[in-house]
């Protein structure tokens, strides 16, 4: 496939994107701009991410810090956000907190006291949200729901960092009816613990993205249904 293919695949495969984000906003009677989306570029090099740019895909999300680093590097577009969606070790935060808009993926205190360090190292806010393990699955990432409350005011402690919202993943080996009830229970731990302050979830990927915006989220992470077509 020649450049301008390969862009005006994407061009559809982000309209088709953003129409099913619109249906199911207005299913749940949402405004579809209450919801946005994160184009997950982490299958593809720096060259197919700059086409996916050049489509319209300006909030990028990526699941390594490497990966995030060396595209934030080489694709130099000031329009650009880059969201950091995959797991965080506390020895890369520096430079994701000045790269990344959003960290989605924040799991543990030792996580939140090093980004916080390196932001206010380098005099910025770091805006983040935390990860909570909804499924309860051990092999995932993310704070027990018992304990995000206490993180959340261990975050808040430090000027340096904002927290924005709550994020999960469906659980790997979930039905729809079991996915949706995590999305559910992310949005009920939001607004039992502050439902004034945390207004971003972060939930739904290509498979389950619209189960997500039923159930309140304002983010979502759409990467192969992106790719669709294009080779
Ligand atoms: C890869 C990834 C996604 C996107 O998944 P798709 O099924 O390809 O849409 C979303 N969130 C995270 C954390 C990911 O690692």
Redesign the pocket.
């Known amino acids: 496939m020649n450049k301008e293919k390969i862009v005006e695949q994407f061009k559809t495969n982000l309209a088709n994107v953003k129409q099913r984000i619109e249906a199911a906003a207005q299913r749940s009677g949402r405004a579809a701009d209450e919801v946005k989306l ?1 184009a ?1 570029s ?2 593809v090099g720096v060259e197919m991410t700059q086409l996916l740019v050049q489509a319209g895909a300006l909030v990028l ?1 990526e ?1 390594r810090p490497q990966a995030l680093d060396e595209k934030f590097q080489k694709i130099p577009n000031p329009d650009l956000q880059w969201h950091l ?2 797991h965080l070790q506390r020895n890369k935060v520096k430079k994701v907190v000045a790269q990344a808009r959003l960290i ?2 924040v799991d543990s205190t030792r996580l939140i006291d090093a980004i916080a360090k390196a932001a206010e190292d380098q005099s910025l806010v770091a805006n983040i949200l935390l990860e909570v393990n909804v499924s309860g699955e051990a092999a995932k990432h993310g704070f027990a729901e018992n304990d995000v409350a206490k993180a959340l005011d261990h975050a808040r402690s430090y000027a340096a960092m904002n927290v924005c919202g709550l ?1 999960c ?1 469906g659980g790997l080996a979930s039905n729809r009816a079991d996915v949706r009830s995590e999305f559910e229970r992310l949005r009920e731990l939001r607004n039992r613990i502050d439902c004034e302050n945390l207004p971003q979830l972060s939930m739904g ?3 389950d ?1 619209e189960i997500a915006i039923e159930q309140g989220a304002t983010l979502v ?7 669709e077509g294009v080779s």
Request: hydrophobic residues 45%.
């Open positions: 994160v997950v982490k299958y999300g699941n969606i995959g989605h993926s994020m993943m990927m290509s498979g993205f992470r759409v990467g192969s249904t992106l790719f």
